[in-house]
């Protein structure tokens, strides 16, 4: 954002010189030289000696920035003048009004009368709703949406009732294209009243009071007359005969009150000649305007590094009616100062009023593009990117119900409209639907945007993240396959740990170990436990367990089995059977109390 400080233009001063020769033949109306003048960059130089037929001599110097010069000759001569007297002419003056409202209730798609609310007069001049009755006026969308049938955001309304109920009807046939929630839309109301006064204004022709009007006079001079009322000058637009002139008066009226009224004054015809000047060489002098036309391509700016070409700016000005925003394309740059490391002014040439006319969505732009307008020093310009780029806008428009919100846009075309909004900070009731938030509607306030990458910590109660939904309590998959509760349990149809503690059970891809080593389950199949007490059946096919080596897989269907090894402390139980059937078995009534190897078989 830079300050616009106006148009620029420069000349060069030369060393002078008087001696001054054409590269043509002088014109014939080089004459007398003791009222002869010559003009050069708004300045006469009074001609002092003819001395042949291309080469004069003038009073003073003449400077130049190049060797040679158009310099324009002007012949003057005194003259005793009468003027016509004034006539009556009927002069039209138009007075704005302007005015702003919303509409109270809902409306529906077919509608041409509405009831109106927030009603606020704008008019320049001062003015009351009272203003507005029954008058043919503007109505138009503030925010440019295409709300009327006519497919436009601009039709012809009248205020028919101040209410209550307050009443504004559409004409010509139009009513609004949709449904549009109450006090949704901002209108702005405008209307021009027309009066009629008379005023005076002089005849165009001017008499030559004795004799004719000297040939020299040309139809594209001047004639500038003292009547006693200030004096003023004229284009010469005809020569009507050799005693009457006709003059444009559409900038002055003379100061006439009688039918014809003696004026004095002095014509010039003016003749251009290309000369030749013995100037020396010239320096730079730049001269910097306060105030930008609407038709110059030319800004100086504070600061002019910053802008590139193709680059689109926004300047944005208040006027008695409202806001305008008129949209500029840069076409190049230029330093004012380009050795200095502190000055970073320069110019801007750039495209007046780029986009006007076009349509697109403004939804991230600002508003639409307007004519070219003037400006004054100070004007704020203010970048919307190029294509590649983009820019930051903040929107806190208390006529906008969608904001407060931050966009990030960037610049996807050379069009005005050729943007693309990447994230939304803030009221997000403007992107209500679309895919920048899921198609959720009432979407609140947020973030809506594509990838978001944070560090620290995240705290909320709801809300979804990946396809995993969170509340107050519980984070769950969409499948509801993995489920972790604030109780501390956890649910899932598949999980997988390769490392960790769990409980106090450390885990490796090997085996499940208490911490204290006392209960371990290894990949192999073997389990060690200190103090196992276990209920229900154990099969097995070898191993040991307590006082008993299991070296051989007992055939369970059978009720007698051999004991084919022996016992270390009784021999009495080897090669006995053990009696019983299903799962409880004897030996007679022996007992034994140190380990015992054995083998089942039938």
Not at 185 to 199: D, M, P, Y
Request: aromatic residues 8%.
């Amino acid at each position: 954002m830079v300050n616009c400080s106006g148009s620029y233009s420069s000349s060069l001063d030369s060393t002078p010189s008087t001696g001054v020769t054409s590269s043509t033949t002088l014109p014939t109306q080089f004459g007398d030289n003791s009222t002869d003048n010559l003009e050069f960059d708004s300045t006469e130089y009074l001609i002092s000696s003819i001395d042949d037929t291309d080469k004069f001599t003038i009073a003073s110097s003449i400077y130049a920035d190049t060797d040679s010069a158009t310099l324009n000759y002007s012949q003057s001569n005194a003259f005793s003048s009468q003027v016509s007297a004034s006539v009556n002419v009927s002069v039209n003056t138009s007075t704005p009004y302007s005015a702003s409202f919303q509409n109270r209730i809902t409306l529906s798609n077919g509608d041409s009368t509405f009831e109106y609310i927030n009603f606020v007069v704008d008019t320049p001049g001062g003015g009351d709703v009272s203003d507005f009755l029954n008058v043919v006026c503007t109505i138009t969308e503030m925010n440019g949406v295409s709300v009327f049938s006519n497919s436009s955001d601009t039709a012809t309304a009248t205020l028919t009732a101040l209410g209550p109920p307050t009443e504004m009807t559409l004409l010509s046939g139009i009513t609004f294209n949709g449904t549009y929630a109450a006090q949704t839309l901002e209108f702005a109301l405008s209307f021009s009243e027309v009066t009629s006064t008379t005023e005076h204004q002089a005849s165009q022709y001017v008499y030559k009071k004795a004799g004719t009007w000297p040939t020299a006079i040309e139809n594209d001079g001047k004639i500038t007359f003292n009547d006693g009322g200030g004096s003023h000058t004229f284009d010469i637009l005809e020569r009507v005969n050799s005693v009457t002139l006709r003059i444009d008066t559409s900038s002055n009226k003379p100061n006439t009150s009688g039918s014809f009224v003696v004026a004095t004054g002095a014509y010039s015809s003016s003749h251009s000649d290309s000369i030749t000047i013995s100037a020396g060489t010239g320096s730079l002098n730049e001269f910097i305007y306060d105030n930008i036309s609407s038709t110059s391509s030319q800004f100086i700016v504070d600061n002019v590094s910053g802008f590139a070409v193709n680059e689109i700016l926004t300047l944005k000005k208040v006027t008695n009616t409202g806001f305008t925003t008129e949209y500029v394309l840069v076409d190049s740059s230029s330093r004012l100062n380009g050795g200095s490391d502190t000055d970073l002014s320069g110019i801007l040439n750039v495209t007046r009023a780029y986009g006007s006319g076009t349509t697109g969505d403004s939804a991230s732009l600002g508003d639409i593009a307007s004519i070219a307008q003037e400006y004054e020093s100070g004007q704020v310009v203010v970048s919307t990117g190029k294509v590649g780029s983009g820019f930051i806008r903040l929107n806190a428009n208390p006529n906008d119900t969608s904001t407060p919100y931050m966009d990030i846009v960037e610049r996807t075309g050379s069009g005005l409209y050729d943007v693309q909004l990447k994230a939304r900070l803030g009221d997000l009731s403007g992107l209500d639907g679309t895919d920048m938030v899921l198609g959720r509607s009432n979407p609140g306030f947020g973030l809506a945007t594509d990838n978001v990458f944070l560090q620290g910590g995240i705290i909320a109660s709801y809300g979804e993240i990946g396809g995993f939904s969170i509340d107050t309590t519980t984070i769950s998959s969409s499948n509801d396959n993995l489920i972790l509760r604030d109780n501390g349990q956890i649910t899932g149809s598949d999980v997988l740990f390769d490392g960790g503690v769990i409980g106090g059970f450390e885990i490796s891809n090997t085996q499940i170990n208490s911490s204290n080593n006392n209960l371990v389950l290894k990949s192999n199949g073997q389990i060690t436990g200190s103090a196992v007490n276990l209920t229900g059946n154990i099969n097995a096919e070898v191993g040991t367990f307590e006082d008993v080596e299991i070296v051989g897989q007992p055939i369970l269907s059978e009720s007698l089995f051999l004991i084919e090894s022996w016992a270390t402390s009784s021999a009495a139980l080897q090669n006995q059977h053990l009696v019983g059937s299903g799962t409880t078995f004897s030996v007679g009534s022996e007992l034994w109390s140190t380990k015992v190897v054995f083998k089942l078989c039938r």
